[in-house]
Every structure is written in structure tokens, then in C-alpha cells.
């Protein structure tokens, strides 16, 4: 497993998913910065890291998404290369087009931090074997854009294609539609590109995964992660 | 030459933002509002003279970054 880890101006939590890569997939990451034009040769995993990459000028994620380096990151994700944006990440990614749709202003207009329960939608993805389908896990959010929204169109293709990863939950495992911490339709908190190769996520699996600070839901991720690029 | 880009919110897209503000003005007592939506402005200083080529150029810069398609529209306005 080679996984790279994007650095733009002002993310902050590239250290969080590297720490993740290392200690739960005993992967070796290597920062990359966003001027570079290329992908550290045998890169299999590309990570957008969260943060408020140009301090979210213009739109969350924007002109990050228009750096040099996602040229190489739309070429790795073309190829069939895995690649994870988490939180501004997520936003870097539906700016860069790779992914549809866009994050909204927080319906309530608050920045959110705090955990969430997170319905796990499918569990036969690079990103989510480790996992069972329906699992609700615990992972924490950190945002005030993470409104998920697009045209209905491309909402009804996401829900037909199965391209929701995990949606917002309650305990009961019902969508949290109304109480949800975003907004996001549908619940969403994270969907998948056409080929299953590309997720995005507003929520912070990289925070959960050591038993001294809480929680390790998040583990399952990086597990999964790591098995899909053993095996491949 | 000088150029307004205006990009705002598509219609059907929610407007949060607006809403509040909306709302703050009611209550500040300013008659008369009915609703507000928040945009964003942009005022761009180009070179020569061509307007055709101008609108051209600010036709690329909004599709390729000043505004997000998928919930806003914009368009462009020349200073006389």
C-alpha cells in the first residue's frame, strides 16, 4: 500500500490521516504538496485531507480543486486509483468535478463538531469490507459546509447506483433527515464515484481509531483500505 | 476595462444565509422586505478593448471557477 496524502495551504488534518494510514493499515504515507504535478511513482491510495484548504475562499475546496496536483489525482482516479477526500477533502473533490453534487452552507448555519452516527450503506467497497452492511458506527464531524445537495436527477442516479456510502442515523438506524447535523439530503454523508474508486466523506474516520482517545469506528476504513490493496 | 461578474444562487437552491439576513432585517425594523438572497461580486479589470473577447474571458473565468454551476448562476456587466 502506497498511499499519498495531499497538502494544500491551510488543511490541517494531514497529519491526522497519516497517523491513521500508519498505525491501522501499517502504511508508510507520503505528504505531497499541492504545487507538484506529479503522484509519487506506485501511488495506489490519494488522501484529501481535511482542513479549509485557502482558507475556503471563494467556495469551500475551490481553488484547491484547480491545483496543479488534482490534475495527476484526476488521472490516478481515471485509471481506477483509490482516492479518499475527507471533510474539505470531500469538498475538494465535488469542486474538482470528480465527484457530483456540491457541500452547502450547514442548513442551521453553525459550524458542527461533534460526533455522529453513521449508517454504513454498503460493505463491498474498497473502503467499507471491514465493515457490515446497516453497521452504525461512530465518527465525528468538524464543519459548516457539509450541506450535501445536487439536482434531483443526480440524486435519484446516486440512490438508484447505490452510490451512497453512509448517511446520518439514528440510533434506531433510520435517516437522521430532520435532526441530521448538516442538512444533507437524504442524509448523506458520503458518496461514491460511478466506479466505486473515489469517496468522499464529511465525517473523520482518521479521529476514531485509538482506544486511549475514544471510539475506533473509524478503523474499519483503513482496515478496508488496506485489505483492498494487499489483495490487489 | 472594467467588468462586473455577479454570481448568485440559483432560484430553486436554498439560501440560508439570505434567510438569516432576511430575518435580521425584519427585525431591525427595515419596512418593506420581502425576501432576501445573498450573492457575491466580483469587479475585474481587463486588458484592451475588445468587449467580445472580454465576455469571453469572463465567460471562462466563471465557468471554470468564479461560479459553481451546479447551484449558481451568473452573469457579466461592463462599466461604461
Redesign the interface.
Known amino acids: 500500500m502506497k498511499p499519498a496524502v495531499i497538502l494544500f495551504p491551510g488543511s490541517n488534518r494531514e497529519q491526522d490521516a497519516v497517523r491513521a494510514l500508519r498505525l491501522v493499515a501499517g502504511a508508510k504515507p507520503q505528504v505531497v504538496w499541492h504545487a507538484e504535478h506529479e503522484l509519487p511513482p506506485g501511488t495506489d491510495l490519494v488522501v484529501l485531507p481535511g482542513g479549509f484548504s485557502y482558507g475556503d475562499y ?2 469551500c475546496g ?2 484547491a480543486a ?1 491545483a496543479n496536483i488534482m490534475e495527476a489525482v484526476r488521472a490516478h482516479a481515471a485509471r481506477g486509483g483509490l482516492v479518499l477526500g475527507i471533510c474539505n477533502g470531500f469538498q475538494i473533490l465535488c ?1 474538482a468535478g470528480l465527484l ?3 457541500l ?6 453553525r459550524f458542527v463538531c461533534r460526533e455522529v452516527l453513521l449508517r454504513v450503506e454498503r460493505a463491498d467497497t474498497a473502503f467499507t469490507k471491514a465493515y457490515r452492511k446497516s453497521d452504525l458506527i461512530r465518527i465525528p464531524v468538524a464543519h459548516g459546509e457539509g450541506n450535501y ?3 434531483e436527477g443526480t440524486i435519484t442516479r446516486l440512490e438508484h447506483d447505490g452510490r451512497i456510502a453512509f448517511r446520518y442515523a439514528r440510533r434506531d438506524g433510520q435517516i437522521d433527515q430532520t435532526d441530521g447535523p448538516n442538512g444533507a439530503i437524504n442524509g448523506i454523508a458520503g458518496i461514491y464515484s460511478e466506479k466505486f474508486n473515489v469517496l468522499g466523506m464529511m465525517p473523520h474516520p482518521e479521529n476514531y481509531i485509538e482506544p486511549e482517545i475514544g471510539p475506533t469506528d473509524g478503523r474499519g476504513l483503513f482496515e478496508s483500505l488496506a485489505g483492498a490493496l494487499k489483495a490487489a | 476595462m472594467k467588468a462586473r461578474v455577479i454570481v448568485t444562487l440559483k432560484s430553486a437552491v436554498l439560501d440560508p444565509q439570505g434567510k438569516a439576513i432576511e430575518g435580521a432585517l425584519r427585525s431591525l425594523g427595515v419596512a418593506g422586505v420581502q425576501s432576501v438572497r445573498q450573492g457575491k461580486v466580483f469587479d475585474v479589470e481587463l486588458a484592451g478593448n475588445d468587449r467580445a473577447s472580454a465576455e469571453g474571458a469572463l465567460k471562462d473565468a466563471c465557468d471554470k471557477l468564479l461560479a459553481n454551476t451546479v447551484i449558481e448562476t451568473y452573469k457579466v456587466e461592463f462599466a461604461e
Open positions: 471563494l467556495r475551490a481553488i484547480r469542486e457530483p453534487g456540491v452547502v452552507r450547514n442548513a442551521r448555519l445537495t445536487a439536482d
